[in-house]
């Protein structure tokens, strides 16, 4: 089975902002946004990841991406 990749660091990165800055903009704990940023995370709320797109402008699939496992 494959799994579901977030690639929020890249972005953060690219857009320059910090976990502080953007676990204020989405509402969000600073743990919180760093676990969801470093891939430790089973689940994230569609609310979450809309919250994300707006602060960032960008998609979903900006965010997510899915691998398959060998």
Same mark, same amino acid.
């Given at each position: #089975?494959?799994? =579901?990749?977030?690639? /929020?660091? %890249? $972005? #953060?990165?690219? %857009?320059?902002?910090? /976990?502080? @800055?953007?676990?204020? @903009?989405?509402? =969000?704990? +600073?743990?919180? $946004?760093?676990?969801?940023?470093? +891939?430790?995370?089973?689940? /994230? %709320?569609?609310?979450? $990841?809309?919250? /994300? *797109?707006?602060? !960032?402008? *960008? @998609?979903?699939?900006? =965010? !997510? ?6």
């Amino acid at each position: #089975m494959g799994k =579901i990749v977030l690639s /929020l660091d %890249r $972005l #953060m990165a690219e %857009r320059k902002v910090s /976990l502080n @800055q953007l676990a204020e @903009q989405v509402g =969000i704990t +600073n743990v919180n $946004l760093s676990k969801i940023k470093n +891939n430790h995370v089973t689940a /994230l %709320r569609f609310s979450t $990841l809309a919250a /994300l *797109c707006e602060a !960032l402008d *960008c @998609q979903p699939g900006d =965010i !997510l991406s899915y691998s398959q496992e060998e």
